[in-house]
């Protein structure tokens, strides 16, 4: 399985960014996607995750503004609204298999948000 994460960018607190992760290769071994972050100096922390039966698990920290959602198959969103300064990290798409594990990350993208 191949990630390709896509959509960070500059922003200003308070305004909104959407992320998207593409998947390709053995998509239908997939049992849940999500999203990771990691700042400057902190160690790399879950964001929000959905599983192939849309079971949804958010950070605390980002409940009731940031939601993902599974587009398709093959395509995983992050619409992250309400940002703060504290969001800014570079957020990685993640893939799971559970039968047998494997875990699958995709590069990078950075969010910035200036207060």
């Known amino acids: 399985v191949q990630l390709q994460a896509s959509g960070g960018g500059l922003v200003q607190a308070g305004e909104s960014l959407r992320l998207s992760c593409a998947a390709s290769g053995s998509i239908g071994s997939i049992n849940a996607m999500g999203w990771y972050r990691q700042a400057p100096g902190k160690q790399r922390e879950l964001v929000a995750t959905?599983?192939?039966?849309?079971?949804t698990t958010y950070a605390d920290s980002v409940k009731g503004r940031f939601t993902i959602s599974r587009d398709n198959a093959a395509t995983m969103s992050l619409q992250m609204s309400s940002l703060k300064a504290a969001d800014t990290a570079v957020y990685y798409c993640n893939a799971e298999r559970w039968g047998p594990f494997a875990e699958y990350w995709g590069q990078g993208t950075q969010v910035t948000v200036s207060s």
């Open positions: 959905m599983t192939d039966r849309g079971t």
